[in-house]
């Protein structure tokens, strides 16, 4: 077995019971298990006011989306990290589910390694500083959660119900 973590944050363990394991660390089921569909996704959202971005990271909503993918989910479906995912409409949280899964399969399919994703995605230039986006405008970060995000300001305009800060 091998266990490579860039940030040095990981941890491997052997369990002698996975379901306990999931239930203690009270983890959701997994993005890209076969049960976790349009409708169960719906559900776990219905109701939150949360910021989208702390919603797609949060472990015990939904398992398997990190930080650097959160962000990509939001880059692909054009969605501002700040912006709370009731204020979302049925459209947009629909292309946020397919995109959840688009995501993760393709960084599955990528190995994970930024240099080989798409040439539309944001993974590879999410830490440039300065480094323009595909539309060349350059990539702004803002904390959400204590997290820095990613995101370009033409295409992820935040949405929001009252005159807040724009970055």
């Known amino acids: 077995m091998a266990y490579h973590a860039t940030r040095k944050l990981g941890q491997v363990a052997v369990v002698s019971d996975a379901e306990c394991f999931v239930v ?7 993005v890209l298990d076969p049960d976790c569909n349009l409708a169960a996704f719906r559900e776990v959202v219905d109701g939150r006011h949360a910021m989208t971005k702390v919603v797609l990271i949060d472990q015990q909503i939904m398992a398997g989306i990190g930080n650097v993918y959160g962000d990509e989910i939001l880059f692909q479906t054009s969605v501002h990290p700040r912006t709370r995912i009731d204020r979302l409409n049925d459209g947009e949280l629909v ?3 397919r995109n959840m ?19 539309w995605f944001l993974a590879p230039l999410r830490h ?22 990613y995101f370009c300001p033409k295409y992820q305009r935040r949405i929001s119900c009252c005159a807040e800060e724009n970055g």
């Open 95 to 97: 292309e946020l589910f």
């Open 24 to 30: 203690r660390k009270k983890l959701s089921p997994d």
């Open 128 to 149: 440039e500083r300065g480094w323009r986006s595909l539309c060349d405008v350059e990539l702004r970060r803002v904390k959400v959660s204590s997290r820095s995000s």
């Open 101 to 119: 899964r688009l995501v993760l399969q393709t960084a599955i399919d990528c190995q994970a390694d930024p240099d080989r994703f798409p040439n």
